[in-house]
């Protein structure tokens, strides 16, 4: 059982970097309503890998596939067909709770209906290394260790000021990192994150994206995260997956993904491209309304 | 590449420097010092369940003074402590009041403090599980399909043999399940099961099973049926000590059994994907939740009718006091529903005394006015 916020294998992060996370081979999901047949393909055939340390966007149209592709990895959804191998691992025939003291997952939304404090929610995050001892891990207190692991991850998404603070009065962005330190909390090696910024204003999504990015340099934390904003995963990731209807569209480095091509082909419309300023990664710009050619008729 | 974890280190400076910039939100005023204080130890839960367990002691004897002839309590200690010493209730030795107190009163006391403390916990189980501070048992159609499930053991006279202890439960047990199945299964297909689908699930199921509970009534005896009305009301009779004791069994099992599953209940409030990713075999766990709250809602309803609103009152009413942590909440909110439904059987036997009021029309009169004060003033919190 890992003890402390280090990776439980014990390795330098030379040696982490030369892994492979995950290993997914033609990786087949669709979803099974209850009282209906089954439904389309969501993934159909996805064949990648993904490097341990790297941070990895997946982005896509509406649909296409990434949210299922996310909880696939996290053994939440079960895929049809296919192989998942989590650090050479059938992930498969893992038990739930050895995934969950690798991979931690940040859904897109998750309300809570209860007043638990930031704290107590982080603390949760704790809970699969307590799984084994059967008594404690329905009941029991958490040991010095959980707690200052806990601390440790509210510090470093900024929350020790909000620990009393119920999780019900936090703003967007606050509720964001109170996940994220949740899920540090599970000293994960792998973190995946569902739309991270997703409703949140420019300043909590640089937040996020620096918490992000420090994750990788620091703690060597391989990150997958699931995204709208092209931009944003061009500019904090290391590779981009683009999905297209299921399918594995194109995968590679910010500059190969995302290209005027690409995006036409798959997301069906011109945009521009051109360079960050600053990191010189590839940056997309909606052009200029143009009125369509039957109105330049009428006039 | 890690950061050391000092077990040592019991708080945490908030000014550590970070990348990330303060939001501007000032720390709330008297909790932003030691991180630990808000969480739960061994230490803060004995400080809050001993004082309840002493309470709860305390208004047994209150309470057990109360009734059409007013017992005190030198009395009433003079008496208990008759019968701890000899351990007989034998009427010559204790005489009049010594038997109504030993064999009325108290057995009564402890069965209204038992059936609220099932009745408050299943209440925290079930609003964990569908994510919806607003579930209940009596709500829900639980209680209603185990008082038919009780109805139609009584009709067939189950009711009226030997077996009537160990069968009735079961009766409800089947009925309070047929309940839970149509919740669950909607939920199931909701995700999180919002609060107009689950109050209107709980209307449907409710008539449904009050028109079949009625027609069976209306087909019973007189003199049967009329004794059916009375308990399905919500009453509490004065059981013998034996069945008491098998009820009592039954029953702290199976609190017993839910309090080993609070701290998955925690991690179950965080929605049914995020509880996987954490671990929790979460379709396991649940149905094994679902099949407690049954048994026990089935077990309470078949000994004393329909009480309801005792399980959505007081769990919100100790979130508010104790936090939302089940260690704390289940356990706590068994002993204040328990003390809650003792209060209220008393009122019932003394307010129109010598007349008795079913005991589940104060919990209702109480309960349904703070029903619709969350529905309606409290709803932007849970829909």
Not at chain 1, 24 to 50: C, K, M
């Amino acid at each position: 059982m890992s003890r402390s916020l280090e990776n439980e294998h014990g390795m330098t992060g030379s040696a982490i970097a030369l892994r492979k996370a995950y290993e997914v081979r033609s990786l087949r999901f669709r979803y099974h309503p209850f009282g209906q047949g089954a439904a389309d393909w969501v993934l159909n055939g996805l064949t990648f890998d993904i490097e341990a340390g790297e941070i990895l966007g997946i982005v896509g149209p509406n649909g296409s596939g990434k949210t299922s592709l996310l909880k696939l990895l996290v053994k939440v959804l079960r895929p049809d067909d296919g192989d998942l191998a989590l650090f050479g691992r059938d992930l498969g025939a893992m038990p739930q709770v050895e995934v969950a003291r690798t991979v931690a997952f940040v859904p897109q939304e998750s309300p809570q209906v209860f007043s638990f404090t930031v704290m107590e929610t982080v603390l949760m995050g704790r809970y699969p290394h307590h799984h084994g001892q059967t008594w404690s891990a329905g009941f029991g207190w958490e040991s010095a260790e959980d707690l200052s692991i806990a601390e440790q991850a509210m510090q470093y998404t900024d929350l020790t000021h909000l620990a009393g603070r119920s999780v019900m009065d936090l703003s967007g962005g606050e509720r964001q990192r109170c996940m994220i330190a949740r899920a540090l909390a599970q000293a994960p090696q792998i973190l995946l994150l569902d739309e991270p910024t997703a409703f949140l204003d420019l300043q909590h999504q640089m937040e996020i994206c620096a918490i992000v990015r420090r994750l990788k340099e620091e703690r060597g934390l391989t990150v997958v995260l699931v995204s709208h904003d092209l931009n944003l995963a061009s500019q904090y990731c290391d590779r981009i997956l683009m999905l297209k209807a299921g399918a594995l569209f194109r995968l590679g480095p910010p500059h190969e993904v995302i290209d005027v091509d690409v995006l036409r082909a798959v997301y069906g419309c011109d945009v521009l491209i051109d360079r960050h300023p600053e990191s010189g990664v590839p940056r997309v710009t909606m052009p200029q309304y143009r009125s369509t050619k039957s109105f330049d008729d009428r006039s | 590449m890690h950061l050391s974890a000092d077990p040592s280190s019991g708080s945490v400076q908030p000014e550590q420097p970070s990348i990330v910039k303060d939001l501007g939100v000032a720390p709330a005023p008297g909790r932003a010092g030691k991180v630990s204080a808000s969480v739960l130890t061994a230490r803060r839960w004995i400080t809050v369940m001993a004082p309840l367990v002493g309470l709860s002691a305390a208004l047994v004897l209150l309470c057990v003074q109360f009734g059409t002839q007013w017992i005190g309590l030198g009395q009433v200690i003079d008496i208990l402590g008759h019968v701890l010493r000899d351990g007989s209730v034998e009427s010559e030795q204790i005489g009049t009041a010594g038997v109504i107190l030993i064999q009325v009163r108290l057995p009564r006391l402890l069965l209204g403090l038992l059936v609220g403390a099932c009745l408050a916990s299943v209440g925290v189980v079930l609003q964990a599980l569908l994510r919806n501070p607003l579930a209940d048992p009596y709500v829900l159609g639980v209680s209603s399909g185990a008082a038919l499930g009780v109805a139609l053991a009584i009709l067939l006279g189950i009711g009226s043999t030997f077996l009537a202890l160990s069968v009735l439960p079961l009766c409800g047990f089947a009925g309070g399940l047929l309940s839970l199945v149509v919740v669950y299964r909607m939920a199931l297909s909701y995700g999180r099961l919002p609060i107009h689908s689950l109050l209107l699930a709980g209307v449907i199921l409710n008539s449904i099973f009050s028109a079949l509970i009625m027609f069976i009534t209306s087909i019973m005896e007189p003199n049967r049926s009329a004794g059916t009305m009375a308990w399905l009301m919500g009453t509490l009779t004065a059981p013998s000590y034996p069945a008491l004791g098998i009820l009592a069994c039954y029953l702290t099992g199976g609190l017993f059994l839910l309090l080993r599953q609070a701290r998955r209940l925690n991690v179950l409030t965080l929605g049914e994907e995020s509880a996987r990713s954490l671990g929790i075999e979460t379709e396991q766990v649940k149905r094994q939740i679902y099949l407690l709250s049954a048994l026990i809602t089935g077990a309470v309803v078949s000994v004393s009718g329909m009480i309801g609103f005792v399980g959505m009152v007081i769990p919100h009413a100790v979130r508010l006091m104790l936090g939302a942590d089940h260690r704390l909440l289940l356990p706590a909110s068994a002993l204040v529903g328990g003390m809650y439904l003792m209060i209220a059987d008393t009122m019932a036997r003394t307010l129109l005394t010598p007349a008795e009021i079913p005991v589940g029309i104060i919990t209702a009169l109480a309960g349904g006015p703070f029903f619709i004060y969350l529905l309606v003033w409290r709803k932007d919190r849970f829909t």
